[in-house]
């Protein structure tokens, strides 16, 4: 008798017939649900009239013969990956960010009066026992002539010249900035490298050489201080010099005298407040061409002002008939920066 496993008429030519050759391949789930033709249910052979009974499924090419769970995963991941990297990128805010250029340091002096601050004699002329060789407002600046450095045209030594003298007016001179807390003028003319921290200084000023409002801007707290006169008396002068072959540098070195009286008290008799101010001003290539500088130092020395005065938000003048000497300074007083000075005023010599 023949095999009962082989069919009745005989095993296929050129094929033994049995079963053992297709054990190895295994129809799973992953290969059925894959597969390009799949029956249409009942309700779609009921819904219309369909030519045949099977309808084409849409391939996604590799990604098709994926379990649907781990197509769903592999997306999520993707989009999550690509949202991370937008948002790492495109935000203006990240943490840790440094600004770019040379960042300001300041320092300032108190000058104490060495004895009760004199009232002017003339409130009208409230400048007239001053020293000769002050003029006013920017007149007394004292910039030179423009003239070709090594590495700078001649006109880009005037341009520099003119933001300087810019900077040095609004900052200073404006009585808006110095009595009326303004601070715009002078932000505008500083490069984008230092706009954070110039802002820093002014939103929340600090005592520690990086962050006092006073080391960009000569001002009075308006609640306490007001101006006498709208002029301000100058003496000074403004160098030029390259620090390399893209810098150049200028050094703005000024003694500024203002008539000021308590706010609220038109009447009030008016004194003299005088302000030396040291600028180490730097300006690239760049920086020329859209009128903008780096402030590096700033040093300040400002009288009368009691010692031990904190000035790094407004400078604090004693007005007409107050009295503080020179205080005694502690070495072993730490609760003190060590970097805070004071001195006895002296005479506005030119």
């Not at 943490?95 to 300001?104: E, I």
């Not at 003298?165 to 609004?170: D, E, H, I, K, M």
């Amino acid at each position: 008798m023949g095999d009962p496993r082989e069919p009745p008429e005989g095993a296929p030519e050129g094929g033994s017939g049995n079963e053992d050759e297709f054990r190895s391949v295994v129809f799973d789930e992953s290969f059925v649900r894959a597969a390009r033709i799949q029956e249409l249910s009942a309700q779609e052979r009921l819904d219309g009239d369909h030519p045949r009974a099977t309808r084409s499924r849409i391939g996604f090419g590799a990604l098709g013969s994926l379990p649907r769970q781990a197509v769903a995963l592999l997306l999520v991941v993707v989009l999550a990956f690509a949202a991370a990297v937008y948002f790492g990128v495109s935000s203006p805010h990240r943490p840790g960010t440094v600004p770019s250029g040379a960042q300001l340091t300041s320092s300032t002096v108190a000058l104490a009066p060495p004895g009760p601050v004199a009232a002017v004699t003339d409130p009208a002329q409230p400048f007239a026992g001053l020293a000769a060789g002050y003029a006013d407002g920017a007149a007394g600046l004292g910039l030179p002539a423009a003239a070709a450095t090594a590495h700078f045209t001649r006109g880009e030594v005037a341009r520099a010249l003119e933001t300087a003298q810019r900077y040095l007016t609004a900052s200073a001179l404006a009585p808006a900035t110095v009595a009326q807390s303004e601070t715009g003028q002078a932000r505008a003319l500083v490069t984008a490298g230092e706009q954070t921290q110039y802002d820093e200084s002014v939103a929340t000023p600090r005592d520690d050489q990086r962050h006092a409002a006073t080391g960009w801007l000569v001002r009075f707290d308006p609640g306490k201080v007001a101006l006498a006169s709208p002029t301000v008396k100058v003496a000074g002068t403004v160098t030029v010099d390259e620090v390399d072959s893209g810098t150049l540098d200028l050094v703005a070195d000024h003694t500024l005298v203002y008539a000021v009286r308590p706010a609220g008290t038109a009447d009030a008799p008016a004194s003299l407040f005088s302000v030396r101010r040291e600028l180490r001003l730097e300006f690239e290539h760049g920086d020329i061409g859209t009128g903008r500088l780096r402030i590096v130092n700033a040093v300040v020395q400002a009288g009368p002002t009691a010692c031990g005065t904190d000035t790094s938000a407004y400078l604090q003048p004693l007005l007409a008939g107050a009295a503080a000497g020179a205080a005694p300074v502690s070495p072993a007083d730490h609760s003190r920066p060590a970097w805070q000075l004071c001195g006895v005023l002296g005479p506005l010599t030119g």
